[in-house]
């Protein structure tokens, strides 16, 4: 299943799952009518609240569960004519045009993996960049920082000129769990979504002169994530993704996903000791390609304006345009506290 969640008509947040027909069911609605009119269960509309909850961390932390109860309702709906009615007098049906999409999920902790890509680190090297990129770097990001799809990425001009974009794959965790194996971490993937690292270069440099990065990535609206998450089952094999971010078109990331140095299970086993809640995020690590490490930097960085989209195979594309603050809030940006104001 594509999981998505979205905005109905009455700015309601539910969770639906993509149709092959570009519709999207929304699944708690579909899930009440499988349990009423297949499984004849009288407290059908409480049953799929608690089995198919309309929150995707919610839908998560039920496990195999709920994403086994998801997809028989979204079966089922799928059977059924396209007017039909949820068991509140709902839409079970919207069409894409009709509804804005979310960001698909807010997990309680987003694990962010630099280095994985040798590519990446090479890039750096021949660029010239202060630091090295390391392999098995991992820090928390801002989930207060996730944006959707179609939703803006806000250029904050008054605490960067470099705004760079880094395109991952990243893994959606269905149950929770701490110390396990690589072996064992083929269990807790639930899905698959898109990242895109929105980066403040200059900030970054700054920053990793004290061995950190967080603050360049953690800035609002700097994490895009999306469309929808893609369902385990679907994607057999996460190493076997091409993967490509475009800038107003123009191709400027574009790998394979095969091209992990620590591949997935290895990248889920060496976190597990800080505990997963189910529901986490754990991106893999970008490609090459960066604006950063081009031969012209100043060119390709980020500016008002930019639309990136970012695709993965099997998965979607990922779409942001970059405005400004005065687009974004209708005033100047104020001035705020830097490294720099304290020197």
Known sequence: MRLATFENFVRQSRIGAMAPDGRIVDLNSAAAIYLRDVRHEAAH?????????????????GGDSS????????????????NVSGTRGEPVFYASSD??????????????TAGNFREHHEEATKAGFS?????????FQNVDAIIGHDDPVIYPEHLTQELDYELELAVVLKKSGKHFTPEQASSHVGGYVIFNDITARDIQRREMKSGVFSFCKGIDTFCPLGPWIVTADEIPD??????????????????????????IPEILSHYSPMGYSAGDVVSTGTVSGVAA??????????????????EIEKIGVLRNRVISWQE????KPQAVTTQETLK
């Open 293 to 310: 490490f081009s031969g012209d930097p100043k060119a390709w960085y980020l500016k008002p304006g930019d639309v990136m989209e970012c």
């Open 45 to 61: 509309a409480r049953l799929a609240d608690a089995l198919v909850p309309a929150n995707m961390r919610a839908l998560f932390e």
């Open 131 to 139: 630091h090295p990129v390391m392999p098995w770097i991992v820090f």
């Open 238 to 263: 996460a190493h076997n993704l091409s993967m490509e971010l475009r800038v107003n078109g123009e191709s400027r990331q574009r790998s394979h996903s095969s091209k992990m140095s620590v591949k």
């Open 328 to 331: 974004a809030y209708g005033h």
């Open 99 to 112: 509804v804005k999409l979310k960001a698909p999920i807010i997990p309680r902790k987003f694990f962010h």
């Open 67 to 82: 994403l086994d109860a998801a997809r028989l309702a979204f079966e089922h709906a799928m059977g059924q004519k396209i």
